[in-house]
């Protein structure tokens, strides 16, 4: 099995113990200090991505070994760990309307859409593969922290106003299950993605900090409004990040969404497909479903099918938020619940609500009960 490294330090260490190495994957990382070590030391059978090496240490490390090299490219192919909000707004001036066009995440959007939402051009459909599946190896890293039942997704659609009430609800909820114990995870977008995020930010603060920051956001109630950054930035200077964590999983398929700058850590992709059954494969501690659109709707169906094969050994609760929205406005609650009570869907562990109370309530009682499908 091939052991990855994460830092320098980690890997002369290694190199100052073994008389061998073998089996291990470097993602990119400056290599040129220990070029005395790499030109001594027999090296064998290892992964060296996007690394920076002298020409001396790539030619002998090239005989036994698997150099990938960088490519010109406006983003990281090899990136070794998540996204930060900083990163990804980099350069960012908060105060001119025009400010997001300046950063990382603008500039590899732009490129996104030049060379195609679905390339054809062999370099960039390997890039993006490429730096996909480093996000992937990031991600599992990250979750690696955390038992698997305590990570939950709340899914819902990006227009959800600040000023809403199921916004502040959402808040308060991601608020009570990060103070909990819980790995909040959404789509990392705005509108409920972004309430989900902010709870996690709030967490371990008191539940006045969520009227505080309330009264800043509605300054800019939707993603489009010129200072929806800016309000979010002076939230996040009024209450600088604590302990809690949480995770944004975007893309820039629907790069038209920006990230959202409460995410603690964001695994961003290219291939919105990865992400998604990504997204629902680790949230094994059940899925909160807000109202959305079409998306939402989808990622519905795909966390229904997991369920009732059991792709990932049992199944975890689908809770629906906001019964008018489930039950009339899009009906998918009550074919779900027939088709479970008809048993054509299995092991569906569903639940419908207008009370985060309930929904809390709801979690607990599904992890305290043992039965055939959950041990």
């Known amino acids: 099995m091939t052991k990855e490294i994460t830092s320098v330090e980690e890997f002369k260490i290694l190199l100052d113990r073994e008389q061998t190495i073998t089996s291990i994957a470097v993602q990119n990382l400056d290599l040129r200090d220990l070029r005395k070590e790499l030109l001594t030391v027999p090296v064998k059978d290892c992964l060296f991505l996007g690394c920076r090496l002298t020409d001396a240490m790539i030619c002998r490390l090239q005989k036994n070994n698997y150099i990938f090299p960088t ?3 406006p983003y990281p192919i090899y990136p070794n760990k998540l996204y930060t909000a900083e990163e990804l707004y980099a350069s960012i001036d908060l105060q001119p309307a025009t400010s997001y066009e300046a950063t990382l995440d603008k500039a590899i959007y732009d490129h996104f859409i030049r060379t195609g939402k679905y390339t054809t051009d062999i370099k960039e459909s390997l890039a993006r593969s490429l730096h996909d599946q480093s996000i992937t190896n990031a991600l599992q890293d990250f979750i690696q922290n955390y038992e698997e039942t305590n990570i939950m997704a709340i899914m819902g659609g990006h227009g959800l106003s600040r000023s809403h009430e199921n916004y502040r609800k959402v808040v308060h909820l991601s608020k009570n299950l990060t103070e909990s114990g819980k790995l909040m995870v959404s789509g990392g977008g705005p509108g409920a993605m ?5 709870g996690a930010w709030l967490a ?7 009227d505080e920051a309330l009264a800043i956001l509605t300054q800019a109630p939707l993603f489009t409004d010129n200072q929806w950054l800016s309000t979010a930035w002076a939230v996040i200077s009024k209450f600088p990040i604590g302990s809690h964590q949480s995770l944004g999983i975007p893309t820039w398929l629907y790069g038209h969404e920006p990230p959202t700058p409460f995410a603690s850590h964001i695994a961003k992709y290219f291939t919105n497909s990865i992400r ?3 997204l629902l494969a680790i949230a094994k501690g059940g899925v909160i479903f807000t109202p959305g659109s079409a998306g939402t709707v989808q990622e519905v169906f795909q966390e229904v099918t997991q369920n009732h094969y059991l792709t990932l050994q049992y199944a975890s609760p689908m809770i629906f938020f906001d019964s008018t929205f489930w039950t009339e406005d899009w009906p998918v609650y009550p074919l779900l619940k027939s088709l479970a009570d008809s048993h054509k869907l299995k092991h569906l562990n569903l639940g419908l609500y207008d009370d985060v109370a309930a929904i809390q ?3 607990k009682s599904f992890f305290l009960y043992k039965n055939g499908y959950y041990v």
């Open 361 to 363: 309530d709801h979690l």
């Open 276 to 278: 998604e059954d990504g």
């Open 204 to 210: 371990g603060r008191p539940d006045t900090a969520i």
């Open 194 to 198: 972004e309430a989900t995020h902010l």
């Open 71 to 73: 490519l010109d490219l």
